[in-house]
C-alpha cells in the first residue's frame, strides 16, 4: 500500500490553524456585514462554457477542467479518443469535458446575477467567502486550492462604490493589525496607452506583460511586448508610462502630460482623483492596530479581460509577499452572459496569504490556539458522573469544556491537557464529592483554588 499524500498545491488544515483561518475569515465577514453586503454561494463547478474566455489566455489555461463521466464506457471509447486528440491540438471537445472547477467567485457571481437579475433589488451588495482552484504552479503564497473572499456591487456606476471598498480594505486590515498599500489604477488609463501606442487591439498584450512586471523585471517586459508585436517606438512609450514615480499627485500630472490627449485618459484620471481624495479622507477616521496607505499605481494591470475602470491590489509592508487583495469595476461583466448593462465593481481578499502574512509578522492574537478553556479530570466512576453534570451546567454557560474519558493517572490526563493548551482543570474527587464543592487549577500560573459553585469559574 503506497503511503498516503496529498495532491500538489493543496493542504490540510489541523485544529489550530482552522481556528487562524476562521479569525481572518469573521474578521472579513463582519465588515462586510457592517456594510451592508449579504451572503452568497455558488457551485464548486461550473459549466465550462461560463468560464472559459474570461481570463484571458493566460487565465484559460490555469482552469481545471473535469472529465465526462463514463470515458471508459466502450461506447464512448472511440469519441473519448477523438476528443483527446482535440485537446493536444489546444481545443476543448464537449465529449470530453463539459464542467471545470471555479477559477474565482467573479464570474460565478456574474452568472448568478445574469440568471436571477429579475428577482434582485438592485444595487445588488453581495459577499462571497469559498475556496476556488488554479492549475498554477505551487510555491510560496501560492496554491492550487485556496480560498477567496470577495464583496462585489452590480447596478450602479457611482464611484461612491469604490470609496467603500477601498474602506473595506482599510478597516480589514487595520483590524488584523496588517500595514498594507492599497494600490490604486485606472483600466481607462490603460486603454488610453494602448491607443497611444498604436490602437485598442493592443490593450491586451500591454496588460498582460505589464502584469508580470514585479516577477520578471522591466527588461522581460521589453522583450515581450516586442515578442507580441510592438515597434520599439511603442515600447519606449510604455517603459516611459511603467517609470512614473513620486506622490500621488506628481505620478497623476505625469500621466495626464503623456496621455492628457487622450479623452480616455482624461476620464480615467478625474476618477482615480476622485476615489483617492475621499478613500485616503475615509482611511484617517478607521482606527487599528494596522496602517493603509492609498498609492496610485500606474503599473498596476491586472491583466483580465473584464476590468474596465479602477482597478486594485493590496500589499502587505514589510513581508515579501504577492498580492493580499485585488479587484476592480467590470462595467459589462453580466453582458458575457446575455444581460447588458449592469455595471459591478469588487473586490477580493486572498485568505491564504493573508494567513501567512499574519504567522510570519507574529499578530494572530494567543487566545486564538484555545479550543477546550476548561477540562474536568476524570478520578473514578462516581466522580465522573458528578464532573459530566457539572460540564452541562457550565456548557450552559457558554463555556467550552470537556471529561477525560477514562479513569486513567493523571499524568497522561495532564499531557493530554498541555497537547491541546487547555488553560483550566476540574477535579471532582472523593472529598469534592462529599463536600458538594469542586477544585480549579490554572494550568499555566499553577494557582488553585475551591470554588462552591460551578458559576463561580
Avoid at 150 to 164: I, Q, T
Amino acid at each position: 500500500m503506497s503511503k498516503p499524500s496529498l495532491p500538489s498545491g493543496t493542504r490540510d488544515f489541523g485544529p489550530d490553524t482552522v481556528r487562524k483561518r476562521s479569525y481572518i475569515l469573521n474578521t472579513i465577514k463582519g465588515v462586510f456585514e457592517i456594510y451592508g453586503f449579504q451572503p452568497l454561494e455558488t457551485p464548486a463547478m461550473e459549466n465550462l462554457d461560463t468560464l472559459m474566455g474570461k481570463y484571458g489566455d493566460e487565465g484559460d489555461k490555469l482552469i481545471f477542467k473535469i472529465l465526462n463521466n463514463g470515458l471508459n464506457d466502450p461506447k464512448n471509447i472511440d469519441k473519448a479518443r477523438a476528443a483527446f486528440e482535440q485537446v493536444i491540438a489546444g481545443k476543448n471537445d464537449k465529449n470530453l469535458t463539459e464542467r471545470a472547477l471555479r477559477y474565482d467567485l467573479t464570474i460565478p457571481f456574474a452568472r448568478y446575477v445574469a440568471m436571477n437579475h429579475g428577482q434582485l433589488a438592485l444595487p445588488f451588495r453581495r459577499y462571497q467567502v469559498q475556496p476556488v482552484w488554479r492549475a498554477d504552479r505551487p510555491q510560496k503564497g501560492r496554491y492550487r486550492e485556496f480560498y477567496q473572499c470577495d464583496a462585489d456591487v452590480v447596478g450602479s456606476k457611482s464611484l461612491y462604490n469604490e470609496v467603500e471598498l477601498a474602506a473595506i480594505y482599510t478597516e480589514v486590515f487595520q483590524r488584523l493589525g496588517i500595514s498594507v498599500e492599497i494600490r490604486l489604477n485606472n483600466r481607462k488609463i490603460l486603454a488610453a496607452l494602448a491607443e497611444h501606442c498604436g490602437g485598442a487591439e493592443k490593450m491586451m498584450d500591454i496588460t498582460i506583460a505589464i502584469d508580470k512586471l514585479d516577477k520578471i523585471g522591466m527588461e522581460k517586459v521589453k522583450e515581450e511586448l516586442l515578442e507580441r508585436s510592438l515597434s520599439a517606438d511603442q515600447v519606449n512609450s510604455i517603459e516611459a508610462y511603467l517609470k512614473i514615480e513620486g506622490s500621488n499627485e506628481e505620478k497623476l500630472a505625469a500621466v495626464e502630460q503623456l496621455l492628457g490627449h487622450i479623452e480616455t485618459a482624461r476620464q480615467g484620471l478625474e476618477e482615480l482623483r476622485f476615489v483617492l481624495e475621499l478613500a485616503t479622507a475615509t482611511a484617517s477616521s478607521v482606527k487599528g492596530k494596522g496602517k493603509a496607505e492609498l498609492v496610485c499605481d500606474f503599473t498596476l494591470a491586472r491583466g483580465l479581460n473584464y476590468y474596465t475602470g479602477i482597478i486594485f491590489e493590496v500589499r502587505a509592508i514589510g513581508v515579501k509577499m504577492g498580492s493580499i487583495g485585488g479587484g476592480g469595476r467590470y462595467d459589462d461583466l453580466t453582458g458575457l452572459f446575455g444581460v447588458p448593462d449592469l455595471p459591478g465593481v469588487g473586490i477580493s481578499f486572498g485568505v491564504d496569504r493573508i494567513y501567512d502574512v499574519l504567522e510570519e509578522l507574529g499578530l494572530f492574537p494567543e487566545t486564538i490556539a484555545v479550543g477546550t478553556e476548561y477540562i474536568f479530570f476524570n478520578l473514578g466512576e462516581a466522580e465522573s458522573r458528578r464532573a459530566f453534570q457539572l460540564m452541562q451546567e457550565l456548557r450552559a454557560l457558554g463555556k467550552r469544556c470537556e471529561l477525560y474519558p477514562e479513569a486513567v493517572k493523571l499524568p497522561k490526563q495532564f499531557k493530554y491537557a498541555d497537547q491541546k493548551k487547555i488553560p483550566h482543570a476540574i477535579f471532582i474527587g472523593s472529598n469534592e464529592l462529599a463536600s458538594g464543592n469542586l477544585t480549579i487549577k490554572n494550568l499555566l500560573t499553577g494557582e488553585q483554588r475551591e470554588l462552591t459553585d460551578i458559576r463561580e469559574v
